[in-house]
Every structure is written in C-alpha cells, then in structure tokens.
T-cell receptor
C-alpha cells in the first residue's frame, strides 16, 4: 500500500511552453501533498505544500505564478510549470501524506528538460 | 530553523565493508528522524525511521539510533552489497511548530559499492 505515482516520468519541452506534472496517490487518500525540486547532486528543496481543496502554501523564493499547484481531489495534485525556461530544468518529486499515516510517501519523480 | 547536516560524499566501499554515514540535526522541538534512499533515476524510498530518543530504526540490514544527547542519527550497515549503491538522505520532521510533517533534508550522500 501507500503508492504514489507521477506522470510523466520524463518530459522535454521548448522554452516558453507550459508543462503539467501529475501526482497521484493510488491506494490512499492524500490529505496533503508536497512538491519538491531536486538539482543534480543536491538535496530536495520543498517548493510547496498543498491540502485538498485549498490553495497551496509556497516556500519562500518560489514563484506562485510560475509554479501553479492544484490539489482538486484527495488522490490528485498537479504542478504546472508555466512559460518554462532552461533554468526550470530539474527533477520534480511529489510526496503524499494521508490521515492514517505518519509519513510522506514519495513519487518516482519527473525529469523536466527545457530546451 | 530546523536543519540536517550529513556526511558529504561520495563514499566508495568494497562489498561486505562496514558503512557509516553520519547525520546530525538541529530542531526546535522533538523531531522524528528518517533515512531515505534514492536509487539512480528513481524517487525517494523510506529506509528507516525513529520517532523518539533512543529508538532504533532498522531495515534491510541498515540501522540508526536516535541520540538526543548528541543530536545524531548515524546510519550503519555491517556488510554492504553492490545493490546498496544509491544516494542516502537524512531528514527530520518537527511537528512542534505546526509544520504538518514537513521534512527537512540533508544534502545527501552518494554511496558506491564495488564488487
């Protein structure tokens, strides 16, 4: 149990386009989902925390208008990178937490490359 | 604020060698402590955790003991295998500030085990 999936696993896009990444909890209801960004050979940086049905809480320095997060249901959260640029290229990882769990479960990550 | 400091790698060992990866933390409250493992190209997987002082987390031959007096949570394994090659992250979660299980990660330690 407690499986989290992400789609797509890899995406390549042109500069200026928008990319949507989905994060799903497959076998539990995720009351809270987290979005992280990981640069090569570095740790995970928390970007935002989202609770189902409410606006996401962004960490300091993360642009809300650039990284749009929607948590419309208890099993799905989406991260949209708007007007992507090469510096947005990174590994994006989501995690989910449910009421009956005391830990976060991580998705496999999405590799975004912006040309 | 909360922080996690872990031994910088990379660490290279021969198969069956003893492994220690040091991790120390600072936190305002009474955190839970975690070790996550990230295999190449994948997301994070929880390796083990401890929720209170003197607890020992263990899994797959790995162990770590929550030492409040030294604010440490060092990861150990008596005999590593090639399949243990991965990046290991130490992390903490501190609820005292109402952080809702928000995780703070160390920078990660790359372990390579050679046959």
């Amino acid at each position: 149990g407690a499986v989290v999936s992400q789609h797509p696993s890899r995406v390549i896009c042109k500069s200026g386009t928008s990319v949507k990444i989905e994060c799903r909890s497959l076998d539990f209801q995720a009351t809270t989902m987290f979005w992280y960004r990981q640069f090569p050979k570095q740790s995970l940086m928390l970007m935002a925390t989202s609770n189902e049905g409410s606006k996401a809480t962004y960490e300091q320095g993360v642009e809300k208008d650039k990284f749009l997060i929607n948590h419309a249901s208890l099993t799905l959260s989406t991260l949209t990178v708007t007007s992507a640029h090469p510096e947005d290229s990174s590994f994006y990882i989501c995690s989910a937490e449910g009421d009956s769990y005391n830990e976060q479960f991580f998705g496999p990550g999405t590799r975004l490359t912006v040309l | 604020g909360d922080s996690v400091t872990q031994m910088e790698g990379p660490v290279t060992l021969s198969e069956e060698a003893f492994l220690t990866i040091n991790c120390t933390y600072t936190a305002t409250g009474y955190p839970s402590l975690f070790w996550y493992v990230q295999y190449p190209g994948e997301g994070l997987q929880l390796l083990l955790k401890a929720t209170k002082a003197d607890d020992k987390g263990s899994n797959k031959g790995f162990e770590a003991t929550y030492r409040k007096e030294t604010t440490s949570f060092h990861l150990e394994k008596g005999s590593v295998q090639v399949s243990d090659s991965a990046v290991y992250f130490c992390a903490l979660s501190d609820l005292s500030g109402g952080s809702n299980y928000k995780l703070t990660f160390g920078k990660g330690t790359l372990l390579t085990v050679n046959p």
